[in-house]
């Protein structure tokens, strides 16, 4: 079944059967290998999307049901140069990650959870990235970097 | 973990989804946020030959005045905008406390209801309002009341051939909500919202049973007088005691039991301070 969708600003055309995953399409027809499956029952968080820049678990949509939508995954928030996002360098600076398998989809919830509330306290980063699941962490250091981004976001926004 | 095969159709309007449902013969699924039916395909717990998918059928995620003065919500509302309306404000608190926000973004009112969880907000809130859920199948459309859709743990009285089109919710005069989770985001242990429709104030107990409860012998309590803060404990004493919770790896039955009352004072107690709010 033919689906066309863009990601990260570029238009792509598939092929694909329609029990395809978003999740699958994006990593085995596209190459996107950034989106993780955790664990491919939508409880995980690891395949993370923006969806027309909303949240979205891809492996709990077909890819046929993304025709005509803009998706955004963790391979678009670096800059065409390779400059690594805000969030990207404050994961790193401040150790949200270790293995680095959950990280994706913390950084789009994290990009998402940033746009609608620049500013957040500990406790609203804990609730709103609480759908994410990370085994390494103990999540002091994610919440951290997101706070850590949402500072540095904000000095260069104002 | 990848689902098995099926046929895909994307309906355009409800009459070719009952179409489809109807030529499947019960082995048909519809398809409209996937947040539990893609689960179940994944773990292939079903395996239906064919989804229906109604994403984009158009009108069907409309907010609307029904005549009688309910809100008619369409199916396809999404968590995420039932959240973030100010027209129902009970709706908006219950749709908060579902999931996560990529839960919210895809999941609807229609699938919500269709799926029956026990522990689901809003089939809650169906029952503590009195909602009228409106069922579309080959024969034409009509109204099933919340009482009557949810017949058991993730079972409904929907036929094979039926979905769910929109639901009428009336507007409460004074409302409450409460739900007790362990971590956020996750299905509520019990959750509990009561609503005064018509001039009687109802209760619904989620998490306590196989069905949204609500619990008669409580909300003749309430009938009997103004809500006062001794009425409160009463009630909330009494629901403690008319449910039958199961235990089960989340929680003893005595501890549903503190909860319901816990949280059950606490939704009353919201509901008191609305009044005075409006007053």
């Given at each position: 079944m033919q689906v066309n969708f863009s990601v990260n600003g570029r238009r792509e055309h598939l092929d694909v059967e329609p029990r395809r995953t978003l999740a699958d399409a994006l990593r085995d027809d596209l190459g996107l290998t950034g989106t993780h499956l955790g664990c491919e029952h939508g409880v995980c968080g690891a395949c993370t999307i923006l969806l027309d820049g909303e949240p979205a678990r891809a492996c709990l949509m077909l890819a046929v049901q993304a025709d005509g939508c803009s998706l955004t995954t963790v391979e678009?928030?670096?800059?065409?140069?390779?400059?690594?996002?805000?969030?990207?360098?404050?994961?790193?600076?401040?150790?949200?990650?270790?293995?680095?398998?959950?990280?994706?989809?913390?950084l789009i919830s994290a990009l998402h959870l940033?746009?609608?509330n620049p500013s957040p306290s500990r406790e609203e980063i804990r609730a709103e990235l609480s759908g994410n699941i990370c085994r390494c962490t103990g999540y002091a250091g994610i919440v951290d970097a997101v706070r850590s981004a949402a500072s540095e976001l904000a000095a260069t926004a104002g | 973990m990848k689902p098995a095969t099926f046929d895909y159709v994307r309906?355009?309007?409800?009459?070719?989804?009952?179409?489809?449902l109807a030529?499947?013969?019960?082995?048909?699924?519809?398809?409209?946020g996937g947040q539990s039916l893609m689960p179940v395909l994944a773990l292939r717990l079903a395996q239906p030959s064919i989804l229906i998918d109604i994403n984009r059928i158009p009108g069907l995620a409309s907010i609307s005045q029904a005549g009688t003065g309910d809100l008619r919500i369409g199916a396809l509302t999404r968590h995420r905008f039932l959240a973030g309306q100010h027209t129902h404000p009970l709706l908006a608190e219950a749709a908060r406390w579902i999931g996560h926000a990529a839960i919210r973004t895809r999941g609807t009112l229609g699938g919500s209801l269709a799926h029956a969880d026990p522990a689901a907000e809003l089939p809650v809130v169906a029952a503590a309002t009195s909602a009228a859920v409106l069922v579309t199948g080959p024969a034409g459309q009509r109204r099933v009341a919340a009482a009557d859709l949810f017949t058991g743990t993730l079972q409904t009285s929907l036929a094979d051939d039926e979905l769910i089109e929109a639901v009428d919710f009336p507007a409460p005069t004074r409302w409450g909500f409460a739900e007790f989770a362990r971590r956020h985001g996750d299905f509520g242990l019990v959750t509990v919202a009561?609503?005064?429709?018509?001039?009687?104030?109802q209760v619904a107990i989620g998490g306590v049973a196989g069905t949204p409860l609500r619990p008669a012998a409580t909300e003749e309590i309430l009938a009997a007088g103004p809500l006062s803060t001794s009425r409160i404990a009463a009630a909330a004493a009494a629901a403690a005691e008319e449910i039958q919770p199961a235990a089960d790896i989340h929680a003893t039955a005595g501890y549903r039991r503190q909860l319901t009352r816990v949280l059950l004072a606490r939704a009353l107690s919201q509901a008191a301070r609305g009044q005075r709010d409006a007053g």
């Open positions: 678009g928030l670096a800059g065409d140069d390779g400059q690594l996002h805000p969030l990207q360098k404050a994961f790193s600076r401040c150790h949200g990650l270790q293995c680095g398998f959950c990280t994706p989809g913390f940033l746009s609608e | 309906a355009e309007s409800i009459e070719h989804a009952v179409t489809h030529a499947a013969e019960g082995d048909g699924k519809i398809l409209a009561t609503a005064e429709v018509g001039g009687r104030l």
